[in-house]
């Protein structure tokens, strides 16, 4: 069965590649200031929080200017619209409805092509007002979003997929054997790679008290007490802005390949520095490719004897690391071996509960037993009812939960069912995912 297709459409400059970008997760469509950057239809193949279709990013619709060009994008901007199953009108809160905008939407109204209007550069709630002038295109509802920053966005494609089928991969293809493959990962000169060579028991790979010695990912298999793992060691990612080099920019984007490719991701902080901004976008990295985490402080000989260093790191990473607090930490020293074989201990815990699987009807009393202790909130005279609940992915889990409403569901009430569905499936120390559809 071919994947439903969906249109981004609008005037030049209204943020649709942006938008592509967002929902895509890529960097496919290219984005500039400049009006028209866009001429060909950009096609993605995209699962979105469980709905797999293809996504298209189209150019500039605008009769304005006398590129000779204009005619051939829209001609590709009116192909996309006929071949697409859903559109996606972008507009521009901060100018307002243009002519174009009203042109557009006529268009699709007479197409009787089912559209969303996505009222872009609305950075937050304080500016949603800006979005009601919209209601003037004829349409029923609005979507107030801010593609560069990502408000709104889930609700937007929660409203545009509505209807559309989950991918259901069988858990039991999901789990099938094979090695561990553990990615570390860190800042330049955190110690990765004395890391693993103290697993290895060999200088298998290069250490350098110079930043930036490994230039790219390393695969090494290794066994340990029966069971097989594959250790990438990886260039250590900086902050972006201090990647000069091209050779450094490749490094970066191949350790980020490399987490994508990993089932666990173990990041090495420094004790003796500390937790840095950089530790916590890399935990955000592994938290969004959906992978297990394991905190090793690595260096801890230097602090060992320090009571009051060690009490500000534990305090610094509570606080700069709380939105992973699922994963386990542990304390070695790559340059003596404290410790350091401990850590399979916790990535095999970590990758156990990563890998799990559980019945609906476990899962569905779980989400029975949260909210029974805490119904969600009431939307004027009714109330979101949760149906039921059920695992639709491993590695990590993925659960989708059936509601009346979904778009009312608040961000606190999500995280007040995820950690409670956590919490009673007992999947204290992996990461997982919580979808919500209508019923």
Partial sequence: MPEPIIAIVGRPNVGKSTLFNRISRSRDALVDNRPGVTRDRIHASVLYEGVRFTLVDTGGYDDLGQDPLLGQVRRQVDRAMQEADRVILVVDGRQGVLPGDAEMAQTLRRSRKPFFVAVNKIDGPEHEHLSNEFFGLGVEQVHPVSAAHGYGVRALMEAVTADWPFEETPLQEQQEGG??????????????????????????????????????????????????????????????????????????????????????????????EGVAEQDARICGYALEKGRGLVLVINKWDLVKGDRSKQADLKRTLDRELSFVSFAPRIHVSALTGERVMKVFREIDLVYSQFASSFTTGV????????AGQHPPPRIGHGRVRLFYATQVGSRPPAFVVFANRPDKITPAYERFLLNGIRQRLGLEKTPIRLFFRRK
């Fill in 179 to 272: 090695p561990i493959r553990v990615a570390v990962l860190g800042k330049p000169n955190v110690g990765k790679s004395s890391f693993i060579n103290r697993i290895l028991g060999a200088e298998r790979l290069v250490v350098s008290d110079l930043p930036g010695t490994t230039r790219d990912a390393v695969d090494t298999p290794f066994s340990f007490k029966g069971r097989n793992y594959v250790l990438i060691d990886t260039a250590g990612i900086r902050r972006k802005a201090r990647v000069k080099e091209k050779i450094e920019k490749f490094s970066v984007i191949k350790a980020l390949k490399r987490l994508e490719q990993c089932h666990i991701a173990v990041l090495m902080l420094d004790a003796f």
């Fill in 363 to 370: 899962v569905n009393a779980a989400l029975q037993e949260v």
